[in-house]
T-cell receptor, first 112, second 114 residues
Framework: SQQGEEDPQALSIQEGENATMNCSYKTSINNLQWYRQNSGRGLVHLILIRSNEREKHSGRLRVTLDTSKKSSSLLITASRAADTASYFC????????????FGKGMKLTVNP | GAVVSQHPSRVICKSGTSVKIECRSLDFQATTMFWYRQFPKKSLMLMAT?????????EQGVEKDKFLINHASLTLSTLTVTSAHPEDSSFYIC??????????FGPGTRLTVT
């Protein structure tokens, strides 16, 4: 089974609205990270939340982590057209391997 | 922030030929690099972990003789797709680990095999 499954896979909103993306995973984690990918480009690291943290902020980004439910959410407030991209959560595989397991990702479209 | 480059950004090759993709960490040393493959509108799938000075560790289902990885220095890892076929066409992305938590990703290489 796949870790880090985001739901839904596509979200379209108007500029200024908030966007929430969810991620679920199946095994214990050391940390969970969110990445952004513009079409045909590499990934940009957005934020990392450790397993002992429940919430973290970075600018317009807010990430929550619920280890009891094995889920995380990424909230982008006051969205902008430039936020249009695909967003992925990734969990470390644990055991010291430092491998990241990526979820399916979600395509966010912010309409001007 | 840390910079990771990939070369080439795009490559088109004929079936049966081999293609080498380079991944470089430009401003830090990376003992570990990772190679991912991404199909259109899909997520990243880890192919292998590249360790400087030792053999790469391949994920289940990834043919090590098909995808040759060499991590010759602390700033360079290469992925060679041998005897490429159209089904190898994909977006290949590398990442370099800077510390225990941070990975920095390259811009990706679009491989098209005709």
């Amino acid at each position: 089974s796949q870790q880090g499954e985001e739901d839904p896979q596509a979200l379209s909103i108007q500029e200024g609205e908030n966007a929430t993306m969810n991620c679920s995973y199946k095994t214990s984690i050391n940390n969970l990270q969110w990445y952004r990918q513009n079409s045909g480009r590499g990934l940009v690291h957005l934020i990392l939340i450790r397993s002992n943290e429940r919430e973290k902020h970075s600018g317009r980004l807010r990430v929550t982590l619920d280890t009891s439910k094995k889920s995380s959410s990424l909230l982008i407030t006051a969205s902008r057209a430039a936020d249009t991209a695909s967003y992925f959560c990734a969990t470390d595989a644990g055991g010291g391997s430092e491998k990241l397991v990526f979820g399916k990702g979600m395509k966010l479209t912010v309409n001007p | 922030g840390a910079v990771v480059s990939q070369h080439p950004s795009r490559v088109i090759c004929k079936s049966g030929t081999s293609v080498k993709i380079e991944c470089r960490s430009l401003d830090f040393q990376a003992t570990t690099m990772f190679w991912y493959r991404q199909f259109p509108k899909k997520s990243l799938m880890l192919m292998a972990t590249s360790n400087e000075g030792s053999k790469a560790t391949y994920e289940q289902g990834v043919e090590k003789d098909k995808f040759l990885i060499n991590h010759a220095s602390l700033t360079l890892s290469t992925l060679t797709v041998t005897s490429a076929h159209p089904e190898d066409s994909s977006f290949y992305i590398c990442s370099a680990r800077r510390n225990s938590y941070e990975q920095y990703f390259g811009p990706g290489t679009r491989l098209t095999v005709t």
